[in-house]
């Protein structure tokens, strides 16, 4: 009984069984039921949900005559019509908003460096004119082979082209080998340390006999991660932590070679030019090659990581003294997506800004390993190149403790929630769905209310699924609580009722969707889930967006404001709350990842969790070890949120041109000292824009007034002028009976090819004043208690004289961009970013040759041409080629249809 109690409370099922039999307590009958009765029913089944079994059962039941009519009607015919409504034809799209979610390596993970390096290279072997130059041959197309591990992830988007099969643990050796005498393709194969241990040095052994020719790039993270970090031979400590020998990979391949040339090249990945080379070099030669590629899991690393900054936060009495992130400026950032197509990094995330869509660094997810800055890109315009100037690395110097912007909120006088669900019946069962990505917390909630559940009294049963936990792929967690005594029973006196881990279809009384995505995903007729009904299901909903792979790729995006929408449509319309409180968190508590804690504040406050206040702040007290106060303060935000929807206000950001004529006037003002002549001629420009194009749409003067702006800090208020004029050229020929669309094309279209982000104007805006007054925000810098910011720019800055280019690879520093955003006069030397200042031109002269009258709507389309283009020099170049192209094409077919 004492290992069934708990096992009870640590896994929510008792084992071994308890015993059956009890004393009777003094208000029992001799015939009253046994403390714990045997419960009847088809055994429990992970993964067959009792919803399936009522599917094929209920008709097999109603069908059979020998059943009595009452018994083959009523609840069966209601719970059929449930199931028939919950489960619609699974080819039935619910929403496309509904995307897939794919997993992908951990963030700072060592194999990222590696594939990332190997989706250029692989570009690079196929393509001829590269290998005619570089290596005299013709091109190479790689054949690649893994099997179980990390590494497994190659098989996802984008690294797909990196994995073309799979197979069991080692076995991606066997296959190269098995394949080798039937092509002549050069073979790469994929394994980790713990396969090699496992099996895979019996392959490289077997294709070293055969003189096959082979590349096995061996990932060595010290760890068997996949599966929960593991030791092995190669390791330091055993099972059970005592120090053991260890063996080493390299030498084990080294002493495998024999006679034969075997091939053995041990470096680290994290060295992007010297891996790429070596990998270059060892793939093109003949016979068996190797390749370890040497750099720790980044989970062990980060966690020991996290292990020092904790140390030194009690050393100096609850803060870090410098803490150093990666961060991407989005106002340089041209949203090429050339470092999520390459890493796929769940550290990046996707954000709206005014100039369209934008890639950020996710400060909770984000570890600062460098990968997404490290990528480089190849075309036929340069190779190696590094794509963007965007990142920098942002260090944040403390000398005191971090003060948080809370208001006076009285979390000590929250008053006690009104059950929804009552309870106290026997028999009684409350469900609960969670519904999260790996890292957001849904573990954690599911032994919280494990352990509320126990010590209420409940019986509690759970089922989870946390395979790709950490790997940004879907986690859910499914818990029921049931009473088996009432409230009125007597200690001893109970009855098990039939209860499951899996929530049969439309029984959840909480949807709790700490990821909005996954939370659709729960209610959606395609998926095993379909777990609510308008009639009893409330949900709580995080409306935060964590991007989904094919997000950051630009291939899939969702909106989760019509998820939302999609959600409540099949949830109790008065029971329910949608609110982005990872942002929350994040500004008011340092990280996104109180929020699974703040949701069950605001679902316990507003009634959806049947137990008492006692009950869950022991659960969080006795689940969570670090961070208590911030965790229990995060519970008692989530409960004033409930009571309070406007309890922690955003900052207010300007929505009008109005608003935003007043805001940027005032940072005019306060960072030159010509700044108060600057404004003036700025509220000039605006006032005398809109005042000449006083039809235009609420949203396009704002983007006009941001965009003088920008033209003006650019070059001046002259430039600025220019601009105006050419868009006031096309509002003078469009109509609002197209809502001036023309018009809005041309404002983002003349911008676009009009500030072009050369030298000076990117050192301005990576140190701009409004640039730096949102990463004060992001990163929490209090200027007051003494928090002091210090850039490292990863930029790349170009020279041309004349056919002559100079390129410096170099991290500057604020003081170096300073001077260099004042040299507007390197404009006027000859040959100065000459691509894009004949595009530009090229643009221009495109208004005299649209036609808006007689072809309005392929002259939207051209002045939306600009739209596509986008990166830097090398990545830009092409893009602007294919744009030309097309749009000349598109006018040659017009003249031609028009003779």
Known sequence: DQAAALSARLFGKAFPAPRAACSQSPDCSANGPQARATVPGIPEARGLNPSLLAQLLIPLIRGTGDIPAELRDGRLRAEMDLLRRLSRPRLEVISPNIVPRTPTFCPGCPHRDSSSTLLELRRNLKDPQYMRRVHNRGPVDLVAHGDTGCYTMLMFPPTEQLMHNYSGMGLGGGTGSGIDPFITNKQIVFMGDGTFFHSGQIAISNAIKANQDITFIILENKTTAMTGHQEHPGTELDVLGNRSYIQDIESIVRAMAGTSPLTVEKLSPANREKYRATLERTILRDGVKVIIAD????????????????????EHGGFVPRKTYMNITPEVCENCLECTGATACPGLTVIDTDYGRKIDTDLTWCVNDGACERVRVSNEYGTSVKPCPSFEQ??????RRKRYSLPKMDLDKLPDPVPVHEMGRPGSTWRVHMAGVGGMGIGVVAAILVRAGHKQGY???FSDKKGLAIRNGGVYSQIAWVNDRGDDASPGCEQLYPITGLIPHGRADLLLGVDILEAARAIDPREQFRVATPERTAAVL???????????????????????DEILQHCHPDRSYAKNLSELCEQRLGSKQFVNIMMLGVAYQLGLIPVSASAIGWAIRDTIRRDQRKNIKAFNIGRKLALEPRALPKKPEPLTWQQLLTNKSRVLRKTSWTGKLAAERFEKLVTAAIRNMPDLPERSKYDLALRIYDLMQYEDHHFARRYIELVRKVYQSDSGLRHFAATHAAIWGLAKVMLIKDEPYVAYLLTRYEKKQRDIAKYGVDEANGDRIVYRHHTRP???FGKRRIRFNITTTDWMLKIVRRMKWWRRLPGWHAREVAFRDWYIRLLDRIDLQNDYDRAVRILRSADEVCGYREVRYPKMDRVRAAVEAELGSLGRRSS
């Open 798 to 800: 170009e020279f041309s």
């Open 542 to 564: 995080n409306l935060h967006k964590q991007p989904t792979v094919a997000t950051l790729l630009g291939r899939q995006d969702f909106d989760p404001e019509k998820l939302r």
């Open 394 to 399: 942002v260090t944040v110097i403390r000398s």
């Open 459 to 461: 019986r509690v049963v």
């Open 295 to 314: 750099k720790e899991c980044g989970i062990t690393y980060y966690r020991r990581q996290a292990r020092e900054e904790r140390r030194l936060a009690r």
